[in-house]
């Protein structure tokens, strides 16, 4: 599977973005899809995943409540909605695939062995 991911850009504190992640190749909706990022001088770290087959969802704990994930396997995209950014949200956002990743793991980028190009998303004071 192919991913892009598109919608990064910049925004005010409390403001929101939404990014999409977009697939293309076979059985979709056997993959698990996540959201990582990374921000300047930083290592990357998970944001939130949604699993395969029933789409369970996940998120870290410093997005709850502030954003959501959203699957559509007839389009082959998952979204994350982030809403209330902080300037701490600046990053690069790379979408990732593993096809039936195991929920044990959906915070693990090295069991996801497709990625997105990134998308920068800059929030300003």
């Known amino acids: 599977v192919q991913l892009q991911a598109s919608g990064g850009g910049s925004v005010l504190a409390g403001g929101s973005r939404r990014l999409s992640c977009s697939a293309s190749g076979r059985f979709f909706i056997n993959y698990t899809v996540a959201w990582f990022r990374q921000a300047p001088g930083k290592e990357r770290e998970f944001v939130s995943a949604v699993k395969y087959g029933v789409g369970t969802i996940y998120y870290a704990d410093f997005v709850k409540g502030r954003f959501t994930i959203s699957r559509d396997n007839d389009k082959k995209t998952v979204d994350l909605q982030m809403n209330s950014l902080q300037p701490e949200d600046t990053a690069t956002y790379y979408c990732?695939?593993?096809?039936?990743?195991?929920?044990?793991?959906?915070?693990?980028?090295?069991?996801?062995?497709?990625w997105g190009q990134g998308t920068l998303v800059t929030v300003s004071s």
């Open positions: 990732a695939a593993a096809s039936f990743l195991h929920g044990n793991y959906y915070n693990t980028e090295r069991y996801y062995n497709f």
